[in-house]
Structures are given as structure tokens and as C-alpha cells.
């Protein structure tokens, strides 16, 4: 196998040990090298030595700047152009035979018109540059729940990237060897054009094209275009779920663990939950949060009528602003060596800073490169983010790595609402669940160009990443609901609760394990709780608030709920339902009357 780092001449491609498994590769190798004309390939083995020269490439070309070696080794800083920072919806495309199985939640355009459009801007583009060829797996490399993929791009950083972000290089292409398949993805950064970047999908032929952009969710192939939207068509091939949730366990006093997904919008706080630290008194008394994934969990039934889960990613592409010591003491601990920001700030002595660091230090030059002016610009972008490896996390959970998975007792819907939603509440059932998480609504956030804080509704936080048509996707939801399932309990929440004052009545971040004690209490049947037409609120007495002060308006506003409010945004969800006329499954239609009904009565 022709796996190692090294120049080689275009036609000297991975032959694979018997010379025929990897011929679909080679020849895909050999096609787009054809159409996109680079200078040299390179077959990524992702050793050390093949990171450290493209390191030491790109601190050369200014790609990256070294961050300060005595207070965070081997970490590098990248600056990327100002008019690439977001993932751009607008220009994401999913491209189906049929425009209807894309459905109303995707731009859509004809596989034939798409490949078009996107060989013509790939036609020579890597002439000058190097073609990197990158084989990675999404998951533990020995599960069967993992998935392979191929990524060729001219981005060094990309390749630096995708090694802290997926399990890349020789073990990748091994597996490929053996199985014979993998998803195809195209990228290049162009010449990072806004109008000459768009971002293709064509589930039907498990490929992806992607040009002009070299931002995270838009470049590193693996994360939201593989991992999610391509998954997710093959998933409901396939009788599994690839869902924007992450995965993590609590273990109690007694020893249980219980591993629970939850599914939140980009930037509403999943990193955050992912590597929760309880607060002092659940500390002593025993509790520990263990992370297994923050962004992304695909699931399928075990033999016993679990859902076992799997965390396709091997690090974490999270968002810097607000990660503090107050906030996620363990992301600022994986923090400290070998991460690669982006877009942030840094201090006078090189140190990378960024609004709600708060660390005591102060910015001196911008996201940009320019000195910190806050009339200007924040020092970090809102979008700044940071790369590393999931195992530098304190709180990683060494079941992340069972090729297993881990069975889920509890599945978790949450959005970013200043009013109406409460702090928590259980669906009545699976369907009810589905419901909830098909009606889900949320303020837009940064992760994404265009305007923040305008509440949209986004199903499962899937909006951006559904590969096919929601109302296929919530009927597939609806199919895991067989006699035998033994399907996790359902749960909304919503840390984002403001009062009168426009301050949020929740304290959040730590406390939150009180809100997750009470779902574990709810699967063991131990936790009392309030039958409403939304869902069973807990019982104030059923809430560990122990150490938490909240006014008589918090009290009322995240444990009690608004009927009158409830009814006029059952209006909203039927009518945004409706969008997917008769596509849309009948039980969840149903649901949704019979809930707008007993909000009626
Ligand atoms: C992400 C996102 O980067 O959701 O995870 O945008
Ligand atoms: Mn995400």
C-alpha cells in the first residue's frame, strides 16, 4: 500500500496490497487530479512528520502564526479572510434526482446542472498547488457503526485539521481497503471568492464538492457535509440516525452511568454541556460528567432495542468566545497544547485571547491582524474557534472509544428561547417526542453568515444539515418506534429563559447536571413530575435547587407554562408542519392537533 506522506508523481497512486480494492480510489484519484491539475499529490498518512511539515509549510507561508511556546506548546493561530469566518446556508446545496426528496428545508439543484457548475470551478484550480488526499474514518476505526470517507484538498490546513477532527492516514485507508467504500469529497479553497463558493452535496452518489471556503463547517468534509448530511440520507437507507447532538454520560453516587444525546443549534452551548463539571455539592456527593461527543451522534438500534451511539468525530471544532474557567473549565484545559485556533485574538506576549476569556488578560491585536481597537472590532471573531483532540479533554469518556457505543437512556432537544419555553419538560412518548424535536425553534447564532438572533425553527437543530426531505426524516424518526424498541425517554429544554429585566433566569453551565438528574430520575421512574398538554413539567419538590437562588419570576417562568402562549405557537408549528404538505406523516400531524387541542380545551 502506498499510504506514506510523500511526493509522488500523479499516476503513482495508493494500488492498494492486491492491486484491486482501492482501484474506485485510484481511479477517482487519477480523475480529479485530471480535472483539477496540481502541481503534486500527496497521500496523507497523518504521522507526526507529516503534520510537522505542513506545519512548518504553513508557518512559512503565514498560513499560521506560532502562538506562545511556554504557555501553549505546539499551538498556532490561523487568520482566515475576513469574508469566509461561517458556514454559508445559502450556498449549501443538496442535490437529488428528485427535487422533492431534498425537500423544503434544502436549497436544492439537479445533480447534472451541479456537477457543472462545480467541475467548471475546479477545472485546473490546484495548478501551482499540491493536491492533498485525505482517507479518514468517522468513528472508532474497529466499529461497525463508523464510516469511511475520502477528502482531497489543496488546504494544508485542512489536512491539519481533519487530523485532529477524524481518525485520518493509514488506519483510514486501510479499512477502505477492506471494504471497498467510502464517501467522496472535493474541496478546494479557490480563491475564496464569496460569489465563486458553494458547497454541493449529492447524497445519491455518497460525493461532495466543495469550493471557495476554507471555514470549518464548509471545508473539513468529514464534520457537517459527511458526517451529517450524507450520513443522514445513508442512515435512513440504512435503519440509523446521524444526528447534530452530543453524547455525553453521568455517572451517579452509586456508579450507574447513563449516556445521554442531546441536540442544540450550533453555538447554543453542546460543548459546553458535553464537558459539564458538577458543582461543588454534586462533586462530593459523587457525580461526574463524562464527554463521548459535543456536536455530532449517529445512533442505531442494538440487540437488545437500545440505541447505541457512536461519536463519528475525534476532536472537538468548538466555539472560543465565552469558553472560560467559569464555563467550560475543560475546554480551556485541552486548550493549553497542540490546538489550532481561529480567528481569535491574542495578547501582547502571543497568547490567544477572546471575549469572555476572562482571564485577566487583554487583547492587543484582533482576529484580523490589526491592534485591538474595541470601537473597531471584538478581538475575536464571534465565530473564532478552536481545533483539538477529543482525548485532551479531562472529562473524556474512555467508553468514547468502544466500537460498541454507548446505549442512550435519554435524548435531549433544546433552542435558544428568551420566553414562553420552560426550563425543561418529557414528552409523553416517542411520537410526542418526535413532535417536540420537529418543532423546535431557535435564535440564530454566528455559526452560520446572516442575521443573528432571529428565532427560526430549526427540527433536531438538523435544519442546516438534513440530507433529504424533513418530512422523510421525521417519518423515519417515527419508524425506530417497533414492538421490542427500548427507546430512550424524550426531553425539551431551554437554558436561554429570560426575565422581564432581559437577563437570563437560569444560571446554566454546572446546574444544568440538577436538570439532567431529574431526566435519569424520570427513566428510573423516581422523579415526580406535572402532566401538561406540552409535555410532564417536573414537580418543584422533584428538582434538586439546593445552593440555587431564583425569584418567585423564575420560579414561575422555567418551571410553569403559558397555555395561552402555548396555543399561538401551535399555530406557528402547524403552519411551518404544513410547509411539507403530504409528505408529512400523519402521526405527527395528529400529534400536533391533539396537543393544539388540549391547549384549546
Ligand atoms: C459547528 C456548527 O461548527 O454547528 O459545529 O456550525
Ligand atoms: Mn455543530
Given at each position: 500500500?502506498?499510504?506514506?506522506?510523500?511526493?509522488?508523481?500523479?499516476?503513482?497512486?495508493?494500488?492498494?496490497?492486491?492491486?484491486?480494492?482501492?482501484?474506485?480510489?485510484?481511479?477517482?484519484?487519477?480523475?480529479?487530479?485530471?480535472?483539477?491539475?496540481?502541481?503534486?499529490?500527496?497521500?496523507?498518512?497523518?504521522?507526526?512528520?507529516?503534520?510537522?511539515?505542513?506545519?512548518?509549510?504553513?508557518?512559512?507561508?503565514?498560513?499560521?502564526?506560532?502562538?506562545?511556546?511556554?504557555?501553549?506548546?505546539?499551538?498556532?493561530?490561523?487568520?482566515?479572510?475576513?469574508?469566509?469566518?461561517?458556514?454559508?446556508?445559502?450556498?449549501?446545496?443538496?442535490?437529488?434526482?428528485?427535487?422533492?426528496?431534498?425537500?423544503?428545508?434544502?436549497?436544492?439543484?439537479?445533480?447534472?446542472?451541479?456537477?457543472?457548475?462545480?467541475?467548471?470551478?475546479?477545472?485546473?484550480?490546484?495548478?501551482?498547488?499540491?493536491?492533498?488526499?485525505?482517507?479518514?474514518?468517522?468513528?472508532?476505526?474497529?466499529?461497525?457503526?463508523?464510516?469511511?470517507?475520502?477528502?482531497?484538498?489543496?488546504?494544508?490546513?485542512?489536512?491539519?485539521?481533519?487530523?485532529?477532527?477524524?481518525?485520518?492516514?493509514?488506519?483510514?485507508?486501510?479499512?477502505?481497503?477492506?471494504?471497498?467504500?467510502?464517501?467522496?469529497?472535493?474541496?478546494?479553497?479557490?480563491?475564496?471568492?464569496?460569489?465563486?463558493?458553494?458547497?454541493?452535496?449529492?447524497?445519491?452518489?455518497?460525493?461532495?464538492?466543495?469550493?471557495?471556503?476554507?471555514?470549518?463547517?464548509?471545508?473539513?468534509?468529514?464534520?457537517?457535509?459527511?458526517?451529517?448530511?450524507?450520513?443522514?440520507?445513508?442512515?435512513?437507507?440504512?435503519?440509523?440516525?446521524?444526528?447534530?447532538?452530543l453524547i455525553l454520560g453521568i455517572?451517579?453516587?452509586?456508579?450507574?452511568?447513563?449516556y445521554i444525546?442531546?441536540?442544540?443549534?450550533?453555538?447554543?452551548?453542546k460543548t459546553n454541556l458535553a464537558m459539564l463539571i458538577?458543582?461543588?455539592?454534586?462533586?462530593?456527593?459523587?457525580?461526574k460528567v463524562w464527554t463521548v461527543g459535543d456536536d455530532?451522534?449517529?445512533?442505531?438500534?442494538?440487540?437488545?432495542?437500545?440505541?447505541?451511539?457512536?461519536n463519528?468525530?475525534?476532536?472537538f471544532?468548538g466555539?472560543?468566545?465565552?469558553?472560560?474557567?467559569?464555563?467550560n473549565?475543560n475546554a480551556?484545559a485541552c486548550?493549553?497544547?497542540?490546538?489550532?485556533?481561529?480567528?481569535?485574538?491574542?495578547?501582547?506576549?502571543?497568547?490567544?485571547?477572546?471575549?469572555?476569556?476572562?482571564?485577566?488578560?487583554?487583547?492587543?491585536?484582533?482576529?484580523?491582524?490589526?491592534?485591538?481597537?474595541?470601537?473597531?472590532?471584538?478581538?475575536?471573531?464571534?465565530?473564532?474557534?478552536?481545533?483539538?483532540?477529543a482525548k485532551a479533554c479531562p472529562s473524556y469518556s474512555p467508553e468514547a472509544?468502544?466500537?460498541?457505543?454507548v446505549?442512550?437512556?435519554?435524548?435531549?432537544?433544546?433552542?435558544?428561547?428568551?420566553?414562553?419555553?420552560?426550563?425543561?419538560?418529557?414528552?409523553?412518548?416517542?411520537?410526542?417526542?418526535?413532535?417536540?424535536?420537529?418543532?423546535?425553534?431557535?435564535?440564530?447564532?454566528?455559526?452560520?453568515?446572516?442575521?443573528?438572533?432571529?428565532?427560526?425553527?430549526?427540527?433536531?437543530?438538523?435544519?442546516?444539515?438534513?440530507?433529504?426531505?424533513?418530512?422523510?426524516?421525521?417519518?423515519?424518526?417515527?419508524?425506530?418506534?417497533?414492538?421490542?424498541?427500548?427507546?430512550?425517554?424524550?426531553?425539551?429544554?431551554?437554558?436561554?429563559?429570560?426575565?422581564?429585566?432581559?437577563?437570563?433566569?437560569?444560571?446554566?453551565?454546572?446546574?444544568?447536571?440538577?436538570?439532567?438528574?431529574?431526566?435519569?430520575?424520570?427513566?428510573?421512574?423516581?422523579?415526580?413530575?406535572?402532566?401538561?398538554?406540552?409535555?410532564?413539567?417536573?414537580?418543584?419538590?422533584?428538582?434538586?435547587?439546593?445552593?440555587?437562588?431564583?425569584?418567585?419570576?423564575?420560579?414561575?417562568?422555567?418551571?410553569?407554562?403559558?397555555?395561552?402562549?402555548?396555543?399561538?405557537?401551535?399555530?406557528?408549528?402547524?403552519?411551518?408542519?404544513?410547509?411539507?404538505?403530504?409528505?408529512?406523516?400523519?402521526?405527527?400531524?395528529?400529534?400536533?392537533?391533539?396537543?393544539?387541542?388540549?391547549?384549546?380545551?
Amino acid at each position: 500500500m502506498n499510504a506514506i506522506s510523500k511526493d509522488v508523481d500523479r499516476t503513482d497512486i495508493a494500488k492498494g496490497s492486491d492491486g484491486s480494492r482501492l482501484a474506485k480510489l485510484n481511479e477517482w484519484v487519477a480523475e480529479v487530479a485530471a480535472l483539477t491539475r496540481p502541481d503534486r499529490i500527496q497521500w496523507c498518512d497523518g504521522s507526526d512528520a507529516e503534520n510537522d511539515a505542513l506545519i512548518a509549510q504553513m508557518l512559512d507561508d503565514g498560513t499560521l502564526v506560532k502562538l506562545n511556546e511556554q504557555t501553549h506548546p505546539n499551538s498556532y493561530l490561523h487568520r482566515s479572510d475576513p469574508d469566509d469566518v461561517a458556514r454559508v446556508e445559502h450556498l449549501t446545496f443538496v442535490c437529488t434526482s428528485d427535487q422533492d426528496d431534498a425537500g423544503p428545508n434544502n436549497h436544492w439543484m439537479a445533480p447534472t446542472e451541479a456537477h457543472a457548475k462545480m467541475d467548471a470551478l475546479f477545472e485546473g484550480c490546484m495548478a501551482g498547488r499540491t493536491m492533498y488526499v485525505i482517507p479518514y474514518c468517522m468513528g472508532p476505526i474497529d466499529s461497525p457503526l463508523s464510516r469511511c470517507g475520502v477528502e482531497i484538498t489543496d488546504s494544508p490546513y485542512v489536512v491539519a485539521n481533519m487530523r485532529i477532527m477524524t481518525r485520518m492516514g493509514a488506519p483510514a485507508l486501510a479499512r477502505i481497503e477492506k471494504e471497498g467504500a467510502f464517501v467522496k469529497g472535493l474541496h478546494s479553497t479557490g480563491e475564496l471568492d464569496p460569489d465563486r463558493r458553494f458547497i454541493m452535496h449529492f447524497p445519491e452518489e455518497l460525493a461532495i464538492k466543495s469550493f471557495g471556503s476554507g471555514y470549518g463547517g464548509n471545508a473539513l468534509l468529514g464534520k457537517k457535509c459527511h458526517a451529517l448530511r450524507i450520513a443522514s440520507h445513508q442512515a435512513r437507507n440504512e435503519g440509523w440516525l446521524a444526528e447534530h447532538m452530543l453524547i455525553l454520560g453521568i455517572e451517579n453516587p452509586q456508579g450507574e452511568t447513563h449516556y445521554i444525546a442531546a441536540a442544540f443549534p450550533s453555538a447554543c452551548g453542546k460543548t459546553n454541556l458535553a464537558m459539564l463539571i458538577p458543582p461543588e455539592g454534586y462533586r462530593s456527593a459523587g457525580w461526574k460528567v463524562w464527554t463521548v461527543g459535543d456536536d455530532i451522534c449517529w445512533m442505531r438500534p442494538g440487540q437488545d432495542g437500545r440505541l447505541y451511539a457512536i461519536n463519528p468525530e475525534a476532536g472537538f471544532f468548538g466555539v472560543a468566545p465565552g469558553t472560560s474557567e467559569k464555563s467550560n473549565p475543560n475546554a480551556l484545559a485541552c486548550l493549553q497544547r497542540d490546538a489550532i485556533f481561529t480567528n481569535v485574538g491574542v495578547t501582547a506576549d502571543n497568547q490567544p485571547w477572546w471575549e469572555g476569556l476572562d482571564d485577566g488578560q487583554q487583547p492587543a491585536i484582533d482576529w484580523r491582524g490589526e491592534p485591538y481597537d474595541p470601537a473597531k472590532r471584538p478581538a475575536a471573531h464571534p465565530n473564532s474557534r478552536f481545533t483539538v483532540s477529543a482525548k485532551a479533554c479531562p472529562s473524556y469518556s474512555p467508553e468514547a472509544e468502544n466500537p460498541a457505543g454507548v446505549p442512550i437512556s435519554a435524548i435531549v432537544f433544546g433552542g435558544r428561547r428568551a420566553s414562553l419555553v420552560p426550563l425543561v419538560f418529557e414528552a409523553r412518548d416517542w411520537t410526542h417526542g418526535v413532535l417536540v424535536g420537529a418543532s423546535m425553534g431557535s435564535e440564530t447564532t454566528a455559526a452560520a453568515t446572516g442575521a443573528v438572533g432571529v428565532m427560526r425553527r430549526d427540527p433536531m437543530a438538523m435544519k442546516p444539515f438534513c440530507g433529504y426531505n424533513f418530512a422523510d426524516y421525521f417519518a423515519h424518526w417515527l419508524s425506530f418506534d417497533t414492538p421490542g424498541a427500548k427507546l430512550p425517554k424524550i426531553f425539551h429544554v431551554n437554558w436561554f429563559r429570560k426575565g422581564d429585566d432581559g437577563k437570563f433566569l437560569w444560571p446554566g453551565f454546572g446546574d444544568n447536571i440538577r436538570v439532567l438528574e431529574w431526566m435519569i430520575g424520570r427513566v428510573k421512574g423516581t422523579a415526580p413530575a406535572v402532566d401538561t398538554p406540552i409535555g410532564a413539567l417536573p414537580a418543584i419538590e422533584g428538582i434538586n435547587l439546593d445552593g440555587v437562588e431564583l425569584s418567585s419570576e423564575a420560579r414561575e417562568k422555567l418551571f410553569g407554562y403559558d397555555r395561552g402562549g402555548w396555543a399561538s405557537e401551535f399555530e406557528a408549528i402547524s403552519d411551518y408542519l404544513g410547509e411539507y404538505g403530504p409528505r408529512m406523516p400523519q402521526r405527527l400531524s395528529e400529534e400536533a392537533e391533539r396537543t393544539a387541542s388540549a391547549l384549546q380545551a
